[in-house]
Structure formats: structure tokens, C-alpha cells
């Protein structure tokens, strides 16, 4: 079932056919932590890695619990292209799942492989969490307007927004730093862009 928003009901309308996420299986315990809805917090440092943000100021839409688009210009022989991000928090997380929402125009614009990396420490390798294709790949999801805040929690994503969600439950490894790409755009000849990014997890 749909769940119930909890800010401002009478203002929104729920989208024609919500995105439905499967029931979380974590592989690890979570009794020692904190489950978060975001890893990623409003503080976070972004940098951007084989692609270019629209302004230098607009790295932080990508994670700033609101349907502004973050944008990202493809760098000349770059393979891969997305954010680092450090939490401000400075916890190690266990990453459960990745949830991306829609940006309000260029369909073709949108990430349709991923992969995710993290790291204990900026001295350290990075470790292969998970990557393949998104769920949107073959069919786009519809537009979310931009502006739009996002009321989702650790269980489920904003109902009233669309959005893809892929699970990890193998991942039980702890990382404080995340390498997040996407290879990809549905048209190869398109710049990335995205709504909004919550990697969902567990804080220690």
C-alpha cells in the first residue's frame, strides 16, 4: 500500500503509478546502528569525477532533498561520470540500497548504469559495492517537477515523486567516503542529469 505523507497532505497529489520497491533484506545486523533514509547529508562534500556541474555551487542539488536537478557536463574521454561524496557526519555506513529521483525535462539526460565504490579514508582504494543497469534503462519514468521535496524514509521512498531503486543486500562492508558513476546516459550524446540522490544505509 501507498504510505501516508506526513508534511502538508492536502498540497499534494500522489503520482499516477508510484514507483513500489521491494522489501528490504539486510545481510547484516543493524541493531548496533542507525538507519538512515540518506547517507548522504545536506553537508556533504561533493566533487564531481569525468564530468563538469553546471555551476560550481550546484554539486550539492545532488543531494539537497529537493527534485532540483543536479547537472553534470561529460569530460572529453571520460568513461565514467558522477560525484564523490564525504559525508559531513564523519560515520561509517553500511549502503543498503540507491535511490535516484527524476530531474524535470531530459529523459535522455538520465544515468541508466551505475556503479558505486567507498572507501574507509581518502588514502584508501576503493571498494566495489554494486553496479549494473537501472530499472529505468529500457522504459523512462516520468518527470518530477523540479523544486519538490522529497518526504521518504529508510522504508520507502517519496511516494508522491518518481524514482528507481536498486538493493545491495549482500553489502555489509563499512565505508565513509562514496564513489557514485554513471557509465551511462540513455543518449550517449546527452550531459547527466538527476533529481535528486539518496543512498539509503545504516550509520555506526
Known amino acids: 500500500p501507498t504510505p501516508s505523507p506526513t508534511k502538508n497532505p492536502v498540497t499534494l497529489s500522489p503520482i499516477p503509478s508510484p514507483t513500489t520497491s521491494p522489501t528490504k533484506s539486510p545481510a547484516v545486523s543493524i541493531s548496533n546502528g542507525t538507519p538512515t533514509r540518506n547517507i548522504f547529508d545536506l553537508s556533504s562534500t561533493i566533487v564531481t569525477t569525468g564530468c563538469t556541474a553546471e555551476k560550481d555551487g550546484t554539486k550539492t542539488r545532488a543531494v539537497d532533498n529537493n527534485t532540483n536537478k543536479f ?20 560515520k561509517l555506513s553500511i549502503a543498503q540500497s540507491l535511490r535516484l529521483y527524476t530531474h524535470n525535462n531530459c529523459g535522455k539526460c538520465d544515468g541508466v548504469t551505475y556503479g558505486l565504490k567507498g ?86
Open 119 to 204: 572507501r574507509v579514508d581518502g588514502s584508501s582504494p576503493w571498494v566495489d559495492i554494486a553496479g549494473g543497469d537501472l530499472d529505468w534503462k529500457d522504459t523512462p519514468m516520468s518527470r518530477n517537477l523540479q523544486g519538490r521535496v522529497i518526504n521518504s524514509s529508510y522504508e520507502s521512498g517519496d511516494p508522491f515523486n518518481n524514482f528507481t531503486e536498486v538493493f545491495f543486500p549482500g553489502n555489509g562492508n563499512k565505508f565513509l567516503e562514496y564513489r557514485l558513476v554513471f557509465p551511462d546516459t540513455r543518449d550517449p550524446n546527452y550531459y547527466l542529469q538527476v533529481g535528486e540522490i539518496e543512498l539509503v544505509g545504516v550509520l555506526y
Open 71 to 90: 547537472m553534470c557536463f561529460k569530460e572529453n574521454g571520460a568513461t565514467e561520470h558522477g560525484i564523490i561524496v564525504t559525508p559531513s557526519h564523519g
